[in-house]
């Protein structure tokens, strides 16, 4: 089964600033995913990746084309869904973690990971207890448990940022360079931990740059090329 079908998706941006300058971020993209499947998404820098995943997570709406994701309760087309829907999905099936953290203020970092949690686990302390477990494995020093997230370096965030994503199983997981700087030991654990998920049955569409994670972690890649699908021969013209 696809959990996911993408066809002749595009996403242009109107830069106000420069004249309506219009940029074509994604054309004609079309690519379906199998339910379990890891893809990694893989490109030069600028070459469209986040645009796709923000696409598909609706933070940004796409210009044409369709999404079908197929939820627990049937097809369903992220383009169009009403915005009460797609609110839904993400606190049932649907995670999104961006390759930075943006921090809650003044909530512990225990907390933060645990927050998808709260939802269907009711007993709070069991579910810090979850997280407390993950961030271990992530190495995240004891101290820092119960500290807020705001003054933590880049790889310690990264670490919060992958656990909030991870703790709760969602059913389909996107996420944006997960292992970026990150230690070899924490990169496997990260590597590890998104495996589990898949035997599961998460499905997991995740960008990345790095060889050692993809090589280790996806079923196949997708690359983008100047917003299209596959490595093209030539730069286009404008
Ligand atoms: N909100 C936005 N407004 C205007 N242009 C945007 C917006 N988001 C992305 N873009 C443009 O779309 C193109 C693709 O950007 P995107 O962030 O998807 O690239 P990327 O492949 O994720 O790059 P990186 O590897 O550096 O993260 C870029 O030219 C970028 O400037
Ligand atoms: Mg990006």
């Not at 990746?49 to 210009?63: P, Q």
């Not at 169009?80 to 973690?97: G, N, P, Q, S, V």
């Not at 686990?121 to 448990?145: D, F, H, T, V, Y």
Request: aromatic letters at 6%; glycine letters at 6%.
């Amino acid at each position: 089964m696809n959990i996911l079908e993408v066809t002749d998706l595009g996403k242009a941006f109107n830069l106000h600033i420069l004249r309506d300058k219009k940029i074509d971020a994604l054309k004609d993209i079309n690519f379906s995913m199998k339910e379990g499947e890891i893809i990694g998404l893989t490109g030069k820098s600028g070459s469209g990746k986040s645009s796709l995943m923000k696409c598909i997570y609706r933070t940004y709406l796409a210009s044409y084309g369709e999404i079908i994701y197929t939820s627990l309760e049937g097809k369903i087309d992220l383009v169009k869904a009403d915005d009460h829907k797609i609110i839904e999905l993400r606190k049932t099936e649907i995670t999104y973690c961006s390759q930075f953290l943006s921090v809650i203020p003044r909530v512990p970092a225990v907390d933060v990971v645990c927050e998808n949690l709260f939802r269907i686990e009711k007993n709070k302390e069991e579910a810090r207890a979850k997280s407390r477990e993950m961030l271990e494995q992530l190495g995240l020093p004891q101290e820092l448990w119960d500290a807020y997230p705001s003054t933590f370096s880049g790889g310690e965030q990264q670490r919060i940022n992958v656990a909030r994503s991870i703790i709760a199983s969602p059913r389909f997981l996107l996420i944006d360079e997960p292992t970026a700087s990150l230690d070899a030991r924490t990169k496997d654990v990260v590597i590890d931990l998104i495996l589990r998920l898949k035997k599961n049955g998460t499905s997991v569409l995740c960008i990345s740059h790095d060889e050692y994670t993809l090589n280790k972690l996806v079923d196949r890649r997708l690359e983008l090329t100047f917003g299209q699908i596959g490595p093209l021969e030539m730069q286009p013209a404008n």
